[in-house]
């Protein structure tokens, strides 16, 4: 009877403590996950200097995370499936010499080795390197650092990893710590139909006739073709994309990594140097009355020839913040256009093209997709084309078994399909898909340009 009596008591003690224990919901206890489990699942970390926000996140119901009801709208791109949101500390690197980084990847500890690129000198606090993992030969590491905010990308064998602030320009101005994502391209949606990149060759303007007025060339820069030419680029933007981005010329600056890396190919060899990153005209350029419609010509009409040659510019790329009206997201005259003044310029879309009639707009202003689209446009200035080209000019493309294709390719599908480089016998292509032999035939003649 006693022994009863006791099992009872017990058995009510239990239960009160069962009683005492608080229900918690899915994001409440993403919070009492350990700082390892988080770590495992997460792709990258950058150690010591990065705290987590919120792990495994379903990107389609990011507005019902807990853990961010304080936080604006922020700018993630449509075709994320997952992510995890993260914050970093002021990493700080050195501009001179080898910086060897401790990173997780997936948990796992790796040394992130990178050296500061030399495609711009601009004193801005804004820097990108290049580098790669150790003991991993064949990955590629691109991370800008600056502005309070970090870009990166992390290319291993079988996936590639980015991370990208995601606040606006005045909550990042506010924030001691911006938000960022990190999400892997094993969990980004690809498509089966393409978004075309541009309509080809963009036609000179009604009443403009292609100058037979040969340029005069610089002969420093007439050496042999198997020497780097310098390339002087201006990169502009708008309103739009100025109070979009979290830091726009961090932005910029990620961008012109991989346009860096792949220019500096052996096959094609030319080296940029960024003059400016010009937000001085964003006003204008937003108002002017062709930048939904044109922005190709409104960019024209902003930066004016004699504009780009008091800044020492060859040729210039427009940034632009606004979705134009025909489903396209870039243009440029191009090379056919030599050496007339169109020939330098080039306009690339950084947001979401939400007139593509896909399902999910596969063009979303992700980091890959403006990546492509800016060395898209820059291929056609130096003479670079689509893969329907009557020239040797030619985009590639193969299979792995899935579908791969190169930077000049007219469609894009995705970022596990569109690549960022340029077709070569040297990397992917032959003697009639090389975009490479273009570029480097050429290039002098676009280093000369100013």
Same mark, same amino acid.
């Given at each position: 009877?006693?022994?009863?009596?006791?099992?009872?008591?017990?058995?009510?003690?239990?239960?009160?403590? /069962?009683?005492?224990?608080?229900?918690?919901?899915?994001?409440?206890?993403?919070? /009492?996950?350990?700082?390892? %489990?988080?770590?495992?699942?997460?792709?990258?970390?950058?150690?010591? %200097?990065?705290?987590?926000?919120?792990?495994?996140?379903?990107?389609?119901?990011?507005?019902?995370?807990?853990?961010?009801?304080?936080?604006?709208?922020?700018?993630?791109?449509?075709?994320?499936?997952?992510?995890?949101?993260?914050?970093?500390?002021?990493?700080?690197?050195?501009?001179?010499?080898?910086?060897?980084?401790?990173?997780?990847?997936?948990?796992?500890?790796? @040394?992130?080795?990178?050296?500061?690129?030399?495609?711009?000198?601009? *004193?801005?606090?804004?820097?990108?390197?290049?580098?790669?993992?150790?003991?991993?030969?064949?990955?590629?590491?691109?991370?800008?650092?600056?502005?309070?905010?970090?870009?990166?990308?992390?290319?291993?064998?079988?996936?590639?990893?980015?991370?990208?602030?995601?606040?606006?320009?005045?909550?990042?101005?506010? =924030? &001691?710590?911006?938000?960022?994502?990190?999400?892997?391209?094993?969990?980004?949606?690809?498509?089966?139909?393409?978004?075309?990149?541009?309509?080809?060759?963009?036609? @000179?303007? $009604?009443?403009?006739? $292609?100058?037979?007025?040969?340029?005069?060339?610089?002969?420093?820069? /007439?050496?042999?073709?198997?020497?780097?030419?310098?390339?002087?680029?201006?990169? +502009?933007? *708008?309103? =739009?994309?100025?109070?979009?981005?979290?830091?726009?010329?961090? &932005?910029?600056?990620?961008?012109?990594?991989?346009?860096?890396?792949?220019?500096?190919? +052996?096959?094609?060899?030319? /080296?940029?140097?960024?003059?400016?990153? !010009?937000? &001085?005209?964003?006003?204008?350029?937003?108002?002017?009355?062709?930048?939904?419609? %044109?922005?190709?010509?409104?960019?024209?009409?902003?930066?004016?020839?004699?504009? @780009?040659?008091?800044?020492? +510019?060859?040729?210039?790329?427009?940034?632009?913040?606004?979705?134009?009206?025909?489903?396209?997201?870039?243009?440029?005259?191009?090379?056919?256009?030599?050496?007339?003044?169109?020939?330098?310029?080039?306009? &690339?879309?950084?947001?979401?093209?939400? !007139?593509?009639?896909?399902?999910?707009?596969?063009? !979303?202003?992700? $980091?890959?997709?403006?990546?492509?689209?800016?060395?898209? %446009?820059?291929?056609?200035?130096?003479?670079?084309?689509?893969?329907?080209?009557?020239?040797?000019?030619?985009?590639?493309?193969?299979?792995?078994?899935?579908?791969?294709?190169?930077?000049?390719?007219?469609?894009?599908?995705?970022?596990?399909?569109?690549?960022?480089?340029?077709?070569?016998?040297?990397?992917?292509?032959?003697?009639?898909?090389?975009? =490479?032999?273009?570029?480097?035939?050429?290039?002098?003649?676009?280093?000369? $340009?100013?």
């Amino acid at each position: 009877m006693n022994i009863h009596k006791t099992v009872v008591v017990l058995l009510a003690l239990l239960l009160a403590g /069962m009683a005492m224990v608080p229900m918690v919901n899915a994001a409440e206890d993403l919070k /009492m996950i350990s700082a390892d %489990e988080q770590h495992q699942n997460i792709p990258l970390t950058i150690e010591g %200097e990065t705290t987590i926000v919120a792990s495994g996140i379903d990107a389609s119901n990011i507005s019902s995370t807990k853990s961010l009801e304080q936080y604006a709208e922020l700018n993630i791109p449509k075709t994320i499936k997952n992510l995890d949101i993260i914050q970093f500390e002021n990493v700080q690197l050195k501009s001179n010499g080898t910086n060897r980084i401790p990173i997780t990847i997936y948990g796992k500890p790796n @040394l992130l080795i990178l050296e500061r690129m030399n495609f711009e000198n601009i *004193d801005d606090g804004i820097d990108s390197y290049s580098g790669k993992i150790e003991g991993m030969d064949k990955s590629l590491a691109l991370f800008t650092f600056g502005g309070k905010v970090v870009q990166g990308y992390l290319e291993l064998d079988n996936e590639t990893i980015t991370i990208v602030p995601v606040e606006n320009r005045i909550n990042t101005e506010k =924030a &001691s710590h911006p938000l960022h994502i990190v999400y892997s391209s094993k969990n980004v949606i690809n498509s089966d139909k393409a978004n075309p990149v541009d309509h080809g060759l963009t036609p @000179l303007p $009604l009443g403009v006739t $292609l100058s037979t007025q040969p340029i005069a060339r610089n002969p420093a820069t /007439m050496n042999s073709v198997l020497s780097y030419a310098t390339v002087s680029i201006l990169i +502009a933007t *708008d309103n =739009a994309f100025y109070t979009q981005e979290a830091n726009w010329v961090s &932005s910029a600056n990620q961008i012109m990594s991989m346009v860096s890396y792949q220019y500096d190919r +052996a096959d094609i060899q030319v /080296m940029f140097n960024v003059v400016s990153y !010009d937000a &001085s005209k964003r006003t204008q350029l937003s108002n002017d009355p062709l930048i939904t419609t %044109e922005p190709w010509n409104a960019f024209h009409n902003q930066f004016s020839l004699g504009y @780009l040659q008091s800044n020492g +510019a060859d040729i210039a790329v427009y940034l632009g913040g606004y979705d134009i009206e025909d489903g396209t997201q870039g243009a440029a005259w191009g090379y056919g256009s030599y050496p007339g003044e169109y020939c330098r310029y080039a306009w &690339s879309q950084m947001v979401t093209d939400t !007139d593509d009639g896909l399902p999910v707009h596969i063009y !979303d202003g992700s $980091l890959h997709a403006r990546r492509y689209c800016v060395i898209h %446009e820059l291929g056609h200035i130096f003479n670079a084309n689509h893969e329907d080209s009557s020239g040797t000019n030619r985009a590639y493309a193969w299979y792995t078994p899935s579908p791969k294709y190169t930077a000049m390719w007219s469609g894009y599908y995705g970022s596990s399909i569109n690549t960022h480089e340029y077709s070569s016998p040297s990397y992917h292509g032959d003697s009639t898909h090389n975009n =490479a032999g273009a570029i480097n035939a050429v290039k002098y003649n676009i280093a000369s $340009l100013t």
